[in-house]
């Protein structure tokens, strides 16, 4: 019998980069709780503040929005907060487990550009852009999760945007859905939808196919509009992203240590935020943050330091036990090109073998994080196809070694008929799908690996949208949420979408 080669295996292990020594990831845990307790964190949302205070937090005499959190409290705070979070698909979806050292990838960004499919000029994203993105991740094997990663510039209302998002994200793609919330009534929307789709709200709590992601400003500052929505999620005991975006030189010292410190700080007084509010709920550190162009002062997202400092946050995430939201896979370049290639490639993989749980941003994004490029989105889910082979390793055993193979053929003998070579060829290798391994003279015009993702995002474009939704229940759901806008050709169709 031919062994088939396994399917894609989400939560890989990884701990095969390390940029920081052991005594480093100690040293680092230490300082971000001394600057906790001595310095603090500005909190701004009323019932953030309560909580806190309610805890432990120590307000400051001469500046009330300015709470120190002592180091006890913050201990506290991590051990209540789950080591292992499960992100559920739904309809057979894979689950993505966050904890340890395992290795899970997805889209993100909350790009507010496109480049085209068919132009290939950018321009503003849209409602259509949402749903071609979770129709393209749900047909991408190596792209584990989707989190939302594009804004819908024609919902005029930001109260509708959420539940804009995220229906037409859940009714796209069975892979779990993540995604930013920009309005208190929103994320109420969104929870109800879910709940709905759900069958009950502890149904949703027990297996949670969305999760959300509020931010911590850098730096060190809780606002009002995040932290209220941190605290409401919280309470309501659904997996929350409390990420933070420290740059190097702007809102952070400018060496890469002290960025590290500022992202573990910032991100362990949002967990803090998290576990006063509800001991248990499902936080889940974040890590976004990069370096500076110094000549323009803008943001950098292609630097391989920006890597560099993700996977030094995934060896304190780990050291605390605690689950982690990452970024690689972003660009600088404008254009799908040579530098777009090796700039994502090079960090993707760095994160990757650093163990980060959730690596977000992987695939699709570009020129700063401001654009999303659908034929990038293939082109990085070849790349993850390869970061996947890294990860799973070599398999040294009796089979593999295949010593008894090599004295039985001697020397001058070739293995290609033998059956080993059989049962093992499509497993040990990646096999790409894109990229073109023919001779010279064998090559056709246009087939190359941007050619072919182009053709795939084609594919995904010409075939009949399909529902992912239940009938009954996204009949309901258009009912009861009547901001929910649907393009004039976004007709329900049951014909299974495959992409071959």
Do not use: W
């Amino acid at each position: 019998m031919i062994r088939q080669p396994p399917p894609p295996t989400p939560g890989l292990r990884a701990s095969l980069y390390q940029p920081l020594g052991t005594h480093d990831v100690r040293r680092i845990a230490d300082a971000a709780f001394e600057v906790l307790e001595k310095s603090g964190i500005a909190v701004y949302s009323r019932t953030a503040r309560s909580a806190l205070v309610r805890r432990g937090a120590l307000a400051d005499r001469e500046d009330p929005t300015r709470l120190r959190l002592p180091r006890t409290m913050v201990e506290d705070a991590i051990a209540s907060n789950p080591s292992s979070i499960t992100l559920h698909g739904r309809d057979g979806a894979p689950n993505v487990v966050l904890e340890k050292n395992r290795v899970h990838y997805g889209t993100g960004g909350t790009a507010v550009y496109v480049l085209d499919p068919e132009t290939g000029h950018r321009r503003n994203s849209t409602l259509d852009d949402v749903i071609l993105n979770a129709r393209m991740v749900e047909q991408l094997e190596n792209i584990h999760l989707f989190t939302i990663n594009v804004f819908p510039h024609d919902v005029e209302d930001k109260d509708n945007i959420d539940v804009n998002r995220f229906f037409h994200a859940l009714d796209n793609t069975t892979k779990h859905v993540m995604g930013g919330v920009y309005s208190m009534a929103g994320c109420r929307q969104v929870v109800k939808m879910a709940e709905r789709i759900a069958g009950s709200p502890e149904r949703l709590r027990t297996e949670p196919f969305v999760s959300f992601i509020t931010l911590l400003i850098s730096p060190f500052k809780i606002d009002d509009h995040y932290g209220e929505m941190t605290c409401f999620l919280a309470e309501q005991g659904l997996p929350v992203v409390v990420p933070t975006e420290p740059i190097c030189g702007t809102t952070s010292p400018i060496t890469l240590a002290g960025n590290v410190l500022t992202h573990v700080a910032e991100t362990l007084a949002g967990i803090t935020l998290v576990q006063s509010v509800r001991p248990g709920a499902p936080g889940i550190c974040g890590s976004v943050g990069s370096i500076t162009n110094l000549q323009t002062m803008d943001h950098v997202g292609g630097a391989i330091e920006r890597a560099m400092i993700n996977a030094a946050v995934a060896q304190l995430a780990q050291h605390f036990e605690l689950p982690l939201y990452s970024t690689a896979g972003t660009t600088d370049a404008k254009e799908v090109n040579s530098q777009s290639a090796y700039e994502s490639a090079m960090s993707s993989l760095l994160v990757a073998m650093s163990g980060a749980n959730y690596i977000h941003d992987i695939a699709g994004l570009m020129e700063f994080d401001l654009t999303v490029s659908y034929e990038k989105l293939v082109l990085d889910n070849e790349i993850l196809g390869m970061c996947q082979r890294v990860l799973r390793g070599i398999d040294v055993n009796d089979e593999t070694l295949a010593l008894d193979l090599m004295i039985e053929k001697g020397p001058g003998q070739d293995y290609l008929g033998e059956r080993h070579t059989v049962e093992h060829m499509r497993r040990e290798f990646f096999m790409p799908k894109l990229a073109n391994r023919d001779k010279r003279d064998s090559l056709m015009p246009d087939d190359d690996a941007l050619s072919r993702a182009k053709q795939f995002v084609e594919n995904v474009r010409d075939r009949k949208r399909v529902s992912r939704l239940d009938g009954d229940v996204r009949n309901k759901i258009l009912e009861a949420f009547s901001a929910i806008q649907t393009p004039p050709d976004y007709a329900e169709h049951t014909e299974e979408e495959t992409v071959r």
